[in-house]
């Protein structure tokens, strides 16, 4: 049944943990590479290390905070979840 695929909350889950784990793979990523060339420039206390991580997680949340909340409304439309998993496809 389409409507039942559709309203399905499942389909909306499932597409905001594929997005949380993008998002994750990216963030770890960029961060090591910025922490690499930080740490070619110099020592970094703990604290730098620790600023720079804590920002690197809040611009993640900040840029996911509306298509999360979208994919937490109830819906008849599972539209958003379906694009959402087609980009990473």
Do not use: C, I, K
């Not at 909306?12 to 922490?35: F, G, M, P, W, Y």
């Amino acid at each position: 049944m389409a409507v039942q695929e559709e309203t399905d909350p499942a389909s909306a889950a499932r597409a905001r943990d594929r997005l949380d784990r993008e998002a994750e793979a990216v963030r770890s990523e960029q961060l090591e590479r910025t922490l690499s060339r930080l740490r070619a420039n110099g020592d970094l206390s703990d604290e730098q290390l620790a600023a720079v991580e804590q920002l690197s997680e809040r611009l993640v949340d900040g840029l996911l905070a509306a298509p999360r909340a979208r994919l937490r409304e109830p819906t008849d439309d599972a539209e958003a979840a379906r694009t959402l998993l087609e980009l990473f496809e």
